[in-house]
């Protein structure tokens, strides 16, 4: 029924790519079951599954998020009037966050060195990459009219092109 629902409700192509992850964990937890019957036990059973999967409390909280929207949209769609079970699941903290520190610059420029050393565009983008911050879809998906080197400050156009988007408004 999950699945069938998720096919159903696709909205667009970020929403589905996450739904799809997200869902697909839902399932693996408490199996394929009618929405109407999940209850609040079955969510922290869900919470519970994300942490043995060694997900930390920010990727736990986005993805409920994430499964907390699709509930609230099927259940418009299905007339489900029971409340959300997502919704309010504590989630522990785990400081995981805290944890994670920035790739020192004397990688980042050995890093840039080796990508000069190769003319190919796998170096290339790369080396956009750690300039810039760009994802690596963006690197990938500019033209070549994107890089102004003949202007007084060299400069690339970022810009959404029909085969590939930005960084999202949240990014």
């Not at 029971?82 to 020192?104: C, S």
């Not at 420029?109 to 990459?129: G, M, T």
Request: glycine letters at 4%.
């Amino acid at each position: 029924m999950i699945k069938y629902l998720f096919h159903r409700l696709r909205r667009d192509r970020v929403f589905a790519k996450t739904s799809a992850r997200n869902v697909g964990f839902l399932i693996e937890s408490i199996g394929e079951v009618d929405l109407s019957s999940i209850k609040p036990v079955n969510a922290c059973q869900f919470r519970d599954h994300l942490i043995a999967k060694g997900l930390v409390s920010t990727s736990i909280r986005r993805v409920l998020s994430s499964v907390n929207a699709f509930y609230n949209l099927a259940s418009k769609e299905l007339g489900i009037t029971n409340p959300n079970p997502f919704a309010g699941i504590f989630i522990p903290e785990d400081n995981a966050a805290d944890e994670r520190l920035p790739v020192p610059l004397n990688f980042i420029r050995l890093i840039q060195r080796e990508c000069f050393k190769v003319n190919d565009p796998q170096r290339w983008s790369i080396a956009i990459i750690s300039d810039t911050g760009m994802r690596l879809s963006e690197a990938a998906g500019m033209l070549t009219e994107d890089i102004k080197m003949g202007s007084n400050v060299p400069h690339i156009t970022l810009r959404k092109h029909p085969w590939r988007s930005l960084k999202t408004a949240s990014s």
